[in-house]
């Protein structure tokens, strides 16, 4: 089998950063040492060695409510190949048929002529039944054991509070990690519906309609039923102080919660909806919304 090796350059782990050389046979990283020796070199001097990054969630040719998200597998992978991210985790939708090996199955059809890089994939549960009981042992033999839960989305992918309890119990059979997008979604509703009748229709509106106590408060939920599950589970994109104490306080326990922050959370803030330019504000909409600067400062915490 081919080998290569990467001399001269700092390799940068986990724990610390040295100079050495790297050798690689096939896909495999066989060895880090000084001197090694392969049927290819490449020169690293001057350059930082590092493991390709993961990104863990992302969201690409996903169809929503109406909508095609504009970012296509080709283009998605390629730019975070080109910044040094050589993975990503997408996240499958069912298909028309409710069938979520249907979903995976699209996503590989969509994806396959496409990809520029390494792609793993979540699953979305939008809602609970047998098919779907059956179908998430089926799914993890695919290779995706991750299982997305919306609590916000009502009418469209929100799930309720007993089928994910349902959905986190097969998790705990499968071995599967259970995840959240956390939102109390029956208020944001309501909320839309309140701001809609005042006439407030632009993208503040938006962030008015998903204060950040209904982040947390779905954020507590949905670790309340986890724990009640017995299972871990992964919040995805964090974005306010509220949700951050709910897994402080849950990890300060013992217990197996992970936060996602996103890198627009840590760097952007609400002020970005009230630009002038309406299709700058316009194009920053997003659930959860941008917050108060104040909340980044906890999030960067971490």
């Given at each position: 089998m081919n080998t290569k090796v990467i001399t001269g350059g700092t390799v940068c782990t986990a724990d610390r950063a040295w100079k050495a050389d790297v050798l690689i046979e096939g896909e495999i990283i066989k060895q880090i040492g000084e001197d090694l020796k392969g049927d290819e070199y490449i020169d690293a001097e001057g350059a930082f060695v590092i493991p390709g990054g993961?990104?863990?969630?992302?969201?690409?040719?996903?169809?929503?409510?109406?909508?095609?998200?504009?970012?296509?597998?080709?283009?998605?992978?390629?730019?975070?190949?080109?910044?040094?991210?050589?993975?990503?985790?997408?996240?499958?939708?069912?298909?028309?048929?409710?069938?979520?090996?249907?979903?995976?199955?699209?996503?590989?059809?969509?994806?396959?002529?496409?990809?520029?890089?390494?792609?793993?994939?979540?699953?979305?549960?939008?809602?609970?039944?047998?098919?779907?009981?059956?179908?998430?042992?089926?799914?993890?033999?695919?290779?995706?054991?991750?299982?997305?839960?919306?609590?916000?989305?009502?009418?469209?992918?929100?799930?309720?509070?007993?089928?994910?309890?349902?959905?986190?119990?097969?998790?705990?059979?499968?071995?599967?990690?259970?995840?959240?997008?956390?939102?109390?979604?029956?208020?944001?509703?309501?909320?839309q519906e309140k701001y809609m009748a005042e006439g407030i229709t632009g993208p503040e509106g938006h962030a008015y309609s998903r204060p950040p106590e209904l982040e947390g408060e779905a954020a507590n939920r949905a670790i309340t039923i986890a724990d009640a599950a017995g299972v871990p589970l992964y919040i995805v994109h964090v974005s306010c102080e509220q949700a951050h104490e709910a897994i402080r306080r849950a990890r300060q326990k013992g217990m197996r919660v992970y936060g996602e922050p996103l890198a627009q959370f840590l760097t952007l803030d609400e002020s970005e909806y009230f630009n002038k330019d309406w299709d700058h504000a316009a194009r920053r909409v997003m659930s959860p919304p941008f917050r108060n600067k104040s909340h980044q400062d906890s999030l960067w915490a971490g």
């Open positions: 993961i990104d863990p969630h992302t969201h690409l040719e996903m169809p929503f409510m109406g909508t095609t998200a504009a970012e296509t597998f080709e283009s998605g992978t390629w730019a975070a190949a080109c910044g040094g991210t050589t993975m990503l985790v997408d996240f499958c939708l069912p298909g028309e048929d409710g069938s979520i090996v249907n979903g995976i199955q699209e996503w590989h059809r969509k994806s396959a002529p496409q990809i520029c890089s390494d792609i793993g994939y979540h699953m979305a549960v939008t809602g609970w039944n047998e098919t779907i009981f059956e179908e998430m042992k089926t799914a993890v033999e695919m290779g995706v054991n991750s299982f997305k839960h919306f609590m916000a989305y009502k009418g469209a992918l929100m799930i309720e509070d007993d089928e994910m309890f349902a959905s986190f119990q097969r998790c705990k059979e499968l071995g599967a990690l259970p995840m959240v997008h956390a939102e109390n979604g029956d208020l944001v509703a309501i909320l």
